[in-house]
């Protein structure tokens, strides 16, 4: 049985997904603000590292999966620069925290939770996203703060799934054995979409968001996908971002992709070049 760490474990759908692994037979650590095995604030780096040091002290060194469900959303009235930090640094500073840990389990696999948004919202700040993936928080935060939540959401989650791409095929990842995936969930029923705390106007527009299936996604459901990404079954994903959205991208972005690839020669060379 494997030893997996999930934060945002305290509510919806990281809740669901400890739910569902303990059932399995798993052990799980907890990482949230409140309410569970490591207390921690994901949104400080302080935060990140006394979380990595408490996961190492309590997994004994050895991680099998980490699973970044911790999260913030652009209806919870909080500021971008604290959203855009607790979003994308705190899933991607924990994930490089743990990688000794998880290379120590010999087959780890790491699950963020990226968002449908970054599909079907138009209007993300492209620089936001560009901060994230130079890793600059100080000016991620800036930006977020300035373009406020709502934008700020899609563009940490993509800059998330883009991070998830960039470094899965990395010697540093893949070649020590751990897979890093994302999930695109579409409206999913948890707190951060039916709390009363959200902002009633707002709140609104969710009711009209399309979703061909004809109901929101349940906690459970993006957990039985998470534990198969967690899992041996999934050993070929590798950088995956995968939609589970009932529908939702297929019906707002029908052909964009899969997108047909023109490679110059250049590209074309460094990508295929023959292993000596
Ligand atoms: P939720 O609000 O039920 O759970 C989020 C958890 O993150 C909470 O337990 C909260 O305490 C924790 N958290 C927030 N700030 C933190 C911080 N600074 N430090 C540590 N923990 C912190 O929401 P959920 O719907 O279960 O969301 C889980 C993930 O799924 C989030 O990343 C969210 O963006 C993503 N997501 C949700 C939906 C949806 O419709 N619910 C859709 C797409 C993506």
Same mark, same amino acid.
């Given at each position: 049985?494997?030893?997996? =760490?999930?934060?945002?474990?305290?509510?919806?759908?990281?809740?669901?997904?400890?739910?569902?692994?303990?059932?399995?037979?798993?052990? =799980?650590?907890?990482?949230?603000?409140?309410?569970?095995?490591?207390?921690?604030?994901? /949104?400080?780096?302080?935060?990140?590292?006394?979380?990595?040091?408490?996961?190492?002290?309590?997994?004994?060194?050895?991680?099998?999966?980490?699973?970044?469900?911790?999260?913030? @959303?652009?209806?919870?009235?909080?500021?971008?620069?604290?959203?855009?930090?607790?979003?994308?640094? @705190?899933?991607?500073?924990?994930?490089?925290?743990?990688?000794?840990?998880?290379?120590?389990?010999?087959?780890?696999?790491? =699950?963020?939770? /990226? /968002?449908?948004?970054?599909?079907?919202?138009?209007?993300?700040?492209?620089?936001?996203?560009?901060?994230?993936?130079?890793?600059?928080?100080?000016?991620?935060?800036?930006?977020?703060?300035?373009?406020?939540?709502?934008?700020?959401?899609?563009?940490?989650?993509?800059?998330?799934?883009?991070?998830?791409?960039?470094?899965?095929?990395?010697?540093?990842?893949?070649?020590?054995?751990?897979?890093?995936?994302?999930?695109?969930?579409?409206?999913?029923?948890?707190?951060?979409?039916?709390?009363?705390?959200?902002?009633?106007?707002?709140?609104?527009?969710?009711?009209?968001?399309?979703?061909?299936?004809?109901?929101?996604?349940?906690?459970?459901?993006?957990?039985?996908?998470?534990?198969?990404?967690?899992?041996?079954?999934?050993?070929?994903?590798? @950088?995956?971002?995968?939609?589970?959205?009932?529908?939702?991208?297929?019906?707002?972005?029908?052909?964009?992709?899969?997108?047909?690839?023109?490679?110059?020669?250049?590209?074309?060379?460094?990508?295929?070049?023959?292993?000596?």
């Amino acid at each position: 049985m494997a030893t997996y =760490v999930i934060t945002g474990a305290a509510s919806g759908i990281g809740a669901a997904s400890r739910r569902r692994l303990e059932s399995d037979g798993h052990t =799980v650590i907890g990482v949230d603000i409140a309410h569970t095995d490591v207390v921690a604030d994901l /949104s400080t780096p302080g935060g990140r590292s006394a979380a990595a040091a408490a996961i190492d002290e309590a997994s004994g060194g050895v991680v099998h999966g980490l699973v970044c469900c911790a999260g913030l @959303g652009s209806l919870s009235r909080v500021s971008g620069g604290t959203l855009a930090a607790v979003n994308f640094f @705190g899933a991607v500073d924990l994930a490089i925290a743990l990688k000794p840990a998880l290379e120590r389990a010999r087959g780890a696999s790491v =699950v963020v939770i /990226s /968002s449908s948004s970054t599909t079907t919202q138009p209007g993300i700040p492209k620089n936001l996203v560009a901060a994230c993936l130079d890793h600059d928080e100080p000016e991620a935060v800036r930006i977020g703060d300035e373009v406020t939540a709502i934008p700020a959401y899609p563009a940490s989650k993509l800059a998330l799934a883009w991070w998830i791409r960039r470094e899965a095929v990395r010697p540093e990842w893949i070649g020590k054995g751990i897979r890093l995936n994302a999930i695109a969930p579409g409206m999913i029923d948890t707190p951060m979409t039916n709390s009363a705390d959200l902002d009633p106007e707002l709140a609104k527009a969710l009711d009209f968001y399309p979703i061909p299936l004809g109901r929101r996604g349940r906690p459970d459901e993006i957990a039985a996908l998470i534990a198969f990404l967690l899992g041996p079954d999934s050993t070929l994903f590798c @950088g995956s971002v995968v939609f589970a959205d009932g529908g939702t991208d297929a019906q707002l972005r029908q052909q964009d992709w899969p997108a047909e690839w023109t490679p110059t020669t250049e590209e074309l060379t460094r990508h295929f070049q023959a292993k000596t």
